[in-house]
T-cell receptor, first 112, second 114 residues
Framework: SQKIEQNSEALNIQEGKTATLTCNYT??????LQWYRQDPGRGPVFLLL?????KEKRKERLKVTFDTTLKQSLFHITASQPADSATYLC???????????FGPGTRLSVLP | DGGITQSPKYLFRKEGQNVTLSCEQN?????MYWYRQDPGQGLRLIYY???????QKGDIAEGYSVSREKKESFPLTVTSAQKNPTAFYLC?????????????FGDGTRLSIL
């Protein structure tokens, strides 16, 4: 069955550095993958979607890569700020191509 | 502003009681979804509906029921058959039901057992 893993439960980095979060999936090949941000007690907010034929997608300080050979997506935040502190969820398309499967999330803390 | 409204924000259930969580959207989206979120776990799909008067079970539908009588509303009932209902419940919608579209989420309902 499909399985989604995110590199670590928590990640601490210094302000101004680049944060890199990892999402790995197994046992299937999704055509789309999304990344969301979730703040405590709030619903997730959509950030980026990347398609299997796109190697990279950028939006302001955010960059997402999608390596279908490694079955992995990387999510980068450059010049990180304390306001970037949140939990980040990856969500590949499910193996039926109908819905999304959410990973457990990585809690990012950007320290001033 | 368009968006998804979930109510109540906090809900307490007594043993043997059914409770209903409200989800309303004014985005004119066709598809709506219910997820459950537990600490340290990803969102798990309970039910989804791609069109009015039609809905499908997700991965963990047992102990839950839904209805979709109006496009803008998708209430979730947590029945007494759901033995571990304590969780954060999230409602979402997409413009269509395709998997290449972003989901818009409400701010959730936190359900606890008395």
């Amino acid at each position: 069955s499909q399985k989604i893993e995110q590199n670590s439960e928590a990640l601490n980095i210094q302000e101004g550095k680049t944060a890199t979060l990892t999402c790995n999936y197994t046992n299937y090949s999704p055509a789309y993958l999304q990344w969301y941000r979730q703040d405590p007690g709030r619903g997730p907010v959509f950030l980026l979607l990347i398609r299997e034929n796109e190697k990279e997608k950028r939006k302001e300080r955010l960059k997402v890569t999608f390596d279908t050979t490694l079955k992995q997506s990387l999510f980068h935040i450059t010049a990180s700020q304390p306001a970037d502190s949140a939990t980040y969820l990856c969500a590949p398309e499910d193996n039926y191509g109908q819905n999304f499967v959410f990973g457990p999330g990585t809690r990012l803390s950007v320290l001033p | 502003d368009g968006g998804i409204t979930q109510s109540p924000k906090y809900l307490f259930r007594k043993e043997g009681q059914n409770v209903t969580l409200s989800c309303e959207q004014n985005l004119n989206h066709d598809a709506m979804y219910w997820y459950r979120q537990d600490p340290g776990q990803g969102l798990r799909l309970i039910y989804y509906s791609q069109i009015v008067n039609d809905f499908q079970k997700g991965d963990i539908a047992e102990g839950y029921s839904v209805s979709r009588e109006k496009k803008e509303s998708f209430p979730l009932t947590v029945t007494s058959a759901q033995k571990n209902p304590t969780a954060f419940y999230l409602c979402a919608s997409t413009l269509g039901g395709e998997s290449n579209q972003p989901q818009h989420f409400g701010d959730g309902t936190r359900l606890s057992i008395l």
